[in-house]
């Protein structure tokens, strides 16, 4: 039969059957319990060769033209939508009949609204939304004649369709909303929070990946979509050649994205709107930028914040923990923030202390590791106990806290038991402490919570001096939610107090029970909405919203008000880490990937959690080093050791039960922390200036290599190999047993120079190396041509680190004119004053510029803004990778004036291509004579 016949008569039957191609099917069954004949009651279409057990293609799927239906108005800006006649019902709520589809601009940022004529919750967050800029654009193209109704999202530089709405099964309900899009490429990136093998989403086959904020363990071992802490609907997708852009949908409820071999998605949500933002790019980092001008650019942590930090659930006492502090510091591992987790608490309650123990010593002790410049963070549940001093202070300053919807609901047989709770509805449920707790609504309007919350800090700062706040369990977590024998109760350590119990059945229960619950129950056993949680008909926003719609909301509205009570208690910028997170969440805190397993899987994965954290707008980032859960091994702590001294939030930390993984209980293993930590110390001045740019003008601190080089496809999907900023390339181990990495330099015109064991300072040809790694070496980094990079001799302290010397390192790249050149900059404040604005900040801003031929070479620092108070340390040392020529050593000249070059402590490799210069005064102390200086200096 002739090809054309076969096509016009496969046609043919697709449009009778309803037939879609399996590669871009829209599921009609997502939830569980698929049949044929409960699909054709959905008015679906169901495909009986799917076998379910060996293909993730829908079974079951929405045939083509469901969706609405438009007419050609004269306001392209606000269109009218009408349900299609014939289309297939909602199948979980009844459809809007009519909606609005709007589009404008923030700048460059496409906005566009979907929307019906009734008012519709829109998360209550209070975003900066400043205008982006672009060197391109994005424009909406819609259909040129009445009928089904879609829209295309077009680059107008290459005319590339990133988003095609063609596909259909566009829905809208109450509590079920879906819009599904074909994409330009497969390369997509985010969408959060959630465990990612590779930091490319697989487009191969169909996967459902949950945003939901649940207290959930990374499980890394296996294949999954599990929601953790926080909800990032964001993502980045790379176009076919190359170019970059970002999608934001902005939602507050429960929701949820299915990737599909198009490349297509299908993003559900539960309630709200479909609020989405296009962010053009069309670099990599163009996007991030633009996107942080809408929810706001992240905070500076305090300088101390980025120094080392050590921690664990389970000291047995107080005596435990300076033990384990002592041995480390006595290796001579770097150190600047030990703390332990709810020990040291008395019951596992907020703001208080264990006085009958040996934990009582735990104050004077802080005092002790101030006088030697160390810090410390103490940790924060949001959940307090019902019948004590903050609990009751709480109530007589109305602060407020989420509640039943009415009287009658309260279990009395629980809030009579508690003479503060019993005439409130507060919702009470049960967490680490023995007793029934309550959960502070931090998006009180009345800012009455936010000022009980400040105050509670500054009464506990006068018992302990805290410098930083750990804010866990925000999700917000409850323990044995609708679970008759919750697992506490066979838990020596905790009583078995009544468990919460939501109505799941009744008049109640609709926002319990709702038509669909995504796949954030769907993947776990006998699991609600509420489970782990709070009831979904709780009351927050005093009592005008439902928890319904404000949960996802809560571990940033608790980051906001944390944030403010460490500026107003201790007077300084310190620092905050939230454990669930939300977009903007990064203005207020950082984050730590949460509970992970001690297990090499869990390595790998981190490397990608922190790259993905850091594109979601939350640079102050890490994991647990040596893992969480689960007992370590020397060698997987050692390389997570390694691999952890380039986290942003670099933090060891175990649980209760597990061996003692600090770094220094194994020497192999404290040699390699010392190695790799002293490194970080080293190069913090430019970490700190990463960190201060990316809260200066928007960007990211760790990234992906395709940030740096999006035409290189290789880039594209490099898992396990990331960068500092533009300049430092890291490839660590990732493999049991493994002493040499597989790594990847892209093609540049740079070069790169190996800052590692192996050839230090020598050129390193791009492309695949198989790069040396032994376990007493430094994992593998590169340093790219073109590049300058401040540094300090390291100590084991940042405060005593801050005051040493500065040095440069400047790797050289070709200028394409016979010379060679590099450039780079410093920003330094006084580690921990608050920010209010940059435009007062007292902050140095330098820039340095290098440039060499055969003659000679000059460096050109220029103090662009100079803080007053605040001094520089001097400028004594010059690392030059890349110097062809012999120099001159008597001819080194600071603007004019001749310096004397230290010769003991100067040299020059004509092999390595090595150039040190020392120096005592290059740039004395304070850098205030000047605000140009030229160093240079002549060739033999």
């Known amino acids: 039969m002739p090809r054309t016949v076969v096509y016009v008569l496969t046609c043919l039957l697709a449009l009778a059957s309803g037939y879609v191609d399996q590669n871009v099917r829209l599921d009609c069954y997502p939830d569980p319990g698929a049949s044929r004949e409960l699909c054709e009651q959905r008015g679906c279409v169901w495909d009986p060769e799917i076998d379910p057990d060996q293909n993730t293609v829908p079974l079951c799927y929405f045939p083509q033209g469901t969706g609405y239906s438009f007419d050609n108005g004269d306001d392209p800006s606000h269109v009218r939508l009408v349900k299609t006649v014939g289309s297939p019902r909602n199948p979980f709520d009844k459809d809007f009949e009519t909606l609005t589809f709007s589009q404008s601009y923030l700048g460059a940022t496409l906005n566009i609204k979907i929307f019906p004529s009734i008012p519709r919750y829109e998360p209550p967050v209070d975003l900066p939304r400043q205008a982006s800029h672009s060197s391109d654009k994005l424009s909406v193209v819609l259909p040129s004649k009445p009928g089904n109704f879609s829209f295309t999202v077009r680059r107008q530089s290459t005319a590339t369709d990133v988003w095609d709405t063609a596909i259909g099964g566009l829905l809208f309900g109450d509590k079920f909303i879906q819009i599904a899009t074909y994409l330009a490429s497969d390369k997509m990136y985010g969408w959060g929070e959630n465990t990612h093998q590779t930091i490319k989403h697989d487009f191969s086959r169909y996967k459902t990946w949950g945003m939901w904020p649940r207290d959930q363990p990374p499980n890394s071992a296996q294949d999954n979509s599990m929601n953790l802490y926080g909800v990032h609907p964001f993502y980045m997708g790379l176009e076919p050649d190359g170019k970059a852009h970002g999608v934001l949908i902005l939602n507050g409820n429960a929701q949820e994205v299915t990737t599909g071999p198009g490349p297509h998605i299908i993003y559900r949500t539960i309630g709200g709107l479909l609020d989405i933002y296009f962010f053009p790019g069309p670099s990599p980092g ?70 009958d123990s040996d934990w009582k010593d735990f104050p004077a002790y802080v005092d002790k590791l101030h006088d030697e410049g160390l810090h410390l963070i103490l940790i924060w549940d949001p959940a307090i106990q019902a019948d004590y001093d903050p609990f009751k202070r709480a109530i007589d300053s109305n602060a407020k806290f989420i509640e039943w919807p009415r009287e009658d609901l309260v279990p009395h047989d629980i809030q009579d038991k508690y003479p503060y709770a019993k005439d409130t509805k507060v919702m009470l449920g049960v967490v680490w402490p023995d007793r029934h707790v309550g959960f502070p609504d931090f998006l009180d309007p009345t800012n009455a919570t936010h000022e009980w919350w400040i105050n509670e800090f500054k009464l506990y700062r006068e018992t302990i001096k805290f410098d930083g706040a750990w804010i866990d369990m925000n999700e917000p977590a409850n323990f044995g939610t609708n679970v008759k024998h919750p697992w506490y109760f066979d838990n020596s350590d905790h009583p078995n107090d009544l468990p919460l119990m939501c109505p799941t059945f009744g008049p109640d229960a609709d926002l319990d029970m709702p038509g669909y619950k995504t796949i954030s129950v769907y993947q776990y056993p006998n699991t609600y909405l509420a489970s782990k949680t709070l009831c979904m008909l709780a009351k927050t926003i005093n009592g005008t919203h439902n928890f319904y719609d404000t949960k996802i909301l809560y571990g940033w509205s608790e980051s906001r008000s944390t944030q403010q009570a460490i500026h107003e208690s201790t007077l300084q910028r310190g620092a905050v880490i939230s454990r669930s997170t939300f977009p903007s969440s990064g203005r207020f805190a950082g984050h730590w990937l949460g509970d992970n397993y001690a297990r090499w899987q869990d390595l790998r994965t981190a490397i990608i959690g922190v790259m993905e954290f850091n594109m979601f707008g939350i640079p102050y980032v890490g994991a647990d080093i040596c893992g969480f859960l689960g007992n370590t091994t020397e060698e997987l702590c050692l390389r997570w050791q390694q691999l952890g001294a380039f986290h942003p939030f670099s933090r060891n930390h175990n649980t209760i039960g597990a061996i003692p993984q600090d770094p220094a209980a194994w020497p192999d293993v404290a040699q390699a922390a010392k190695k790799a930590n002293l490194f970080r110390y080293r190069h913090l001045p430019y970490l700190f200036s990463l960190h201060f740019n990316a809260s200066l003008v928007g960007s990211t601190v760790v990234r992906f290599p395709f940030f740096e080089f999006a035409q290189d496809t290789v880039t594209h999907t490099l898992d396990h190999q990331f960068m500092w900023g533009s300049a430092i390339m890291v490839i660590p181990v990732i493999y049991e047993g493994a002493t040499t990495v597989r790594g990847y330099l892209p093609e540049t015109s740079d070069g790169w120079y190996s800052l590692y064991d192996a050839e230090y300072g020598n050129n390193i040809e791009a492309g695949f190396h198989g790069f040396e790694a032994p376990t007493n070496y430094l994992i593998p980094v590169f340093v790219r041509g073109r590049h300058i990079i401040p540094r300090q001799l390291p100590e084991t302290t940042t405060t005593a680190s801050r005051k040493n010397p500065f040095e440069l390192l400047i790797a050289s790249a070709p200028n394409g004119k016979g010379g060679y050149e590099a450039f780079g900059d410093l920003f330094w404040d006084d580690g921990v004053t608050i920010v209010q604005s940059f435009d007062t900040h007292n902050y140095y801003d330098v820039s340095f510029a290098y440039a060499a031929d055969s003659k000679g070479a000059k460096i050109t620092v220029t103090v662009k803004k100079q803080a007053s108070d605040v001094k520089l340390p001097a400028l004594q040392y010059l690392e030059i990778f890349g110097y062809e020529s012999v120099p001159n050593f008597d001819t080194f000249t600071v603007n004019g004036a001749a310096v004397a070059v230290d010769l003991q402590k100067s040299s020059y490799s004509p092999f390595t291509k090595v150039l040190k210069i020392y120096a005592k005064d290059i740039i004395p102390d304070g850098w205030t004579n000047n605000t140009i200086f030229k160093v240079q200096w002549t060739n033999q």
């Open 286 to 355: 163009d996007v991030v930028q633009q996107y942080l001008a809408l929810i706001g650019k992240p905070m500076l942590p305090a300088y101390w914040g980025l120094g080392y930090q050590l921690c664990r659930y389970g000291y047995k006492n107080f005596a435990e923990m300076k033990s384990v502090i002592e041995r480390v510091q006595n290796a001579g591992i770097p150190l600047d923030v030990p703390y332990a987790d709810i020990d040291f608490m008395d019951r596992y309650k907020d703001f208080t202390i264990d006085w």
